[in-house]
């Protein structure tokens, strides 16, 4: 069982359009980071949230973290087929020298 | 400057051997993470290094060891090796290891083949 949930686990778009990924857990954690990872490399770390509420903007990537820090979403604007890979949520806990990985969004955006 | 380093990035083993993969982190991160990826299950922690001391670790069997030098550089050690154990090895550096600020950085991996 995920102790964090990703939503949705695949999702294929055209170039241009909005997307948003969840990430949910009934865990409560001390922050929340975003990853992407591509194909025969490691993940690349794109933001680390810590407070409840608290909203990040990265270019195009908007991030979000819940009021009760158990979740997060991660919106992507008029999406481009460089956006295209894995996104992975992970959550820290306590005194955060560990990650706990959700299972992961596979975004494919199309010319 | 140089990222994490992981070696060697491809390696097939058989069913019973062991294997060593080794992991330079980037120079002043002393803490060192190792995860284990695969289609199934993702990314799951395996353990951590800080200062050649393990701080943490994750619920896989004690078939599976890891090490960190006084240099920082850790290596994992796979003995008795399953098909189960085919994955993606990452490492991955972090400055103090607390990532409720900066995250990880993560080395390309090493992908074992186990047949």
């Known amino acids: 069982t995920q102790l964090l949930e990703q939503s949705p686990q695949f999702l294929s778009i055209q170039e241009g359009e909005n997307l948003t990924v969840y990430c949910n857990s009934s865990?409560?954690?001390?922050?929340l980071q975003w990853y992407r990872q591509e194909p025969g490399e490691g993940p690349v770390l794109l933001v680390t949230v810590v407070t409840g509420g608290e909203v990040k903007k990265l270019k195009r990537l908007t991030f979000q973290f819940g009021d009760a820090r158990k979740d997060s979403s991660l919106h992507i604007t008029a999406a481009q087929p460089g956006d295209t890979g894995l996104y992975l949520c992970?959550?820290?806990?306590?005194?955060?020298?560990?990650?706990?990985f959700g299972g992961g969004t596979r975004l494919m955006v199309k010319p | 400057k140089a990222g994490v380093t992981q070696t060697p990035r491809y390696l097939i083993k058989t069913r019973g051997q062991q294997v060593t993969l080794s992991c330079s982190p980037i120079s002043g991160h002393r803490s060192v993470s190792w995860y284990q990826q695969t289609p199934g299950q993702g990314l799951q922690f395996l353990f951590e290094y800080f200062s050649e001391t393990q701080r943490n670790k994750g619920n896989f069997p004690g078939r599976f060891s890891g090490r960190q030098f006084s240099n920082s550089r850790s290596e994992m050690n796979v003995s008795t090796l399953e098909l189960g154990d085919s994955a993606l090895y990452l490492c991955a550096s972090s400055f103090s290891g607390k990532l409720n600020r900066y995250g990880y950085t993560f080395g390309s991996g090493t992908r074992l083949t186990v047949v």
């Open positions: 865990s409560v954690f001390s922050s």
């Open positions: 992970a959550g820290a806990q306590n005194a955060g020298n560990m990650l706990t």
